[in-house]
């Protein structure tokens, strides 16, 4: 579709069939520049390697599309003649419609992230027939775990309801397992500030029991597939399958924000901090000050927490449409399972 130049004529090359878009691409291991600074010859990108020339001469290319729809199009019907039929080891159910209209997600999910909803109603309107069987639906109920289909395939969705506590996160652990064990798909929803601080949080194990989650997430062989439609911060990101633990696929809304922390909280962190220099040195942070750290701070965090400064630099696979979310997980598990589910082998669950 573009041009492939040098190193990168080979992909082409080397592929069992290649499609060439006429006029829009070519191939060449050296450019027009370089092939005059070399042999001092002058000529045309289309002349030296366009599509006219790799199909009816060179035979680098197999098809002459006429533009980027056709591409795409002839891609399809190589696809067709692969002679390969996907090995399905789940139990397949007809597809069922959500009960409810997908068009409905955008007056449930906002773009002001301090506004809390309930993960359920968005799991009711991906799922087939709004079905959702919960897993320990009354213990650590900030995490949301349970079992559905999507277009009649099987997944186990992890979904946020606030902070992550110590009774979550082990909620969390014991259904990747189960998941794990019954090699089902799992679907994370990500919305999440984090995993619980303070002295009472740290007192109960907050860091084992968080490890335990980010451990069954880190390990899970079967394909994983993450949406991020609110906030992804900090930790949260790791227990809810950021990009660092392998997912498949990773998609965010377009009211997400991903970032280490908040912006307001890594302003405030900051300001404390020199507030607290300035308390050893005798002196005071005046308001002003404060605000000439924290508002900088605070703007480059909602720059480049932004979804599409996420998806420019490959941080995800890109920016979906709310309503397209069913659709997208649907085509996304179809893809996965075309490689067979291997065995989970877990490390350690400190106790």
């Known amino acids: 579709m573009g ?11 080397m592929a069992d069939e290649s499609v060439i878009v006429k006029q829009q691409g070519t191939i060449f291991l050296a450019g027009p520049p370089l092939v005059k600074a070399a042999t001092g ?75 809390t909803f309930d993960v359920r109603e968005v799991i009711a309107r991906v799922v087939d027939g709004s079905k959702f069987d919960e897993f320990k639906a009354m ?32 909620k969390g652990a014991h259904f990747v397992e189960i998941c794990c064990q019954r090699k089902i798909p799992l679907v994370f929803l990500q919305n999440i500030t984090g995993f619980m601080v303070g002295r009472e949080a740290e007192a109960g194990g907050i860091a084992k029991h968080g490890a335990k989650m980010v451990t069954a997430v880190a390990c899970a062989q079967v394909p994983k597939l993450t949406v991020v439609i609110g906030g992804s ?59 000439a750290i924290k508002d900088p701070i605070v703007e480059m965090f909602e720059s480049e927490g932004s979804p599409y400064y996420a998806s420019a630099r490959l941080w995800d696979d890109g920016v979906i449409d709310p309503v397209d979310t069913r659709k997208v997980l649907g085509l996304s598990l179809s893809a996965a399972l075309n490689a067979p589910i291997p065995d989970t082998k877990f490390g350690v669950f400190r106790m």
């Open 139 to 170: 213990y650590g109920d900030t995490l949301v775990t349970g079992f559905a289909r999507i277009f009649g395939y099987p997944v186990g969705i992890i979904g946020n309801n606030g902070v992550l506590f110590g009774e979550s996160a082990m």
């Open 41 to 115: 010859e002058e000529i045309s990108a289309e002349d030296l390697g366009g599509a006219n020339l790799h199909c009816s001469k060179s035979g680098v290319t197999d098809y002459f599309a006429i533009d980027d729809q056709h591409a795409l199009q002839l891609g399809r019907n190589i696809v067709k003649n692969f002679n390969y039929k996907k090995a399905m080891s789940l139990a397949i159910r007809t597809p069922e419609e959500p009960l409810y209209d997908g068009d409905e997600l955008y007056g449930i999910v906002g773009s002001n992230l301090k506004k």
């Open 233 to 291: 911060y900090g930790a949260g990101n790791y227990g809810m399958c950021g990009r660092a633990y392998s997912p498949r696929f990773m998609y965010m809304w377009p009211n997400a924000r991903i970032s280490v922390m908040g912006g307001e909280q890594a302003a405030g962190v900051l300001s404390q901090i020199t507030a607290d220099q300035r308390k050893r040195e005798g002196k005071t942070l005046s308001p002003e000050e404060e605000k």
């Open 3 to 13: 041009s492939c130049t040098a190193g990168g004529a080979y992909v082409p090359a």
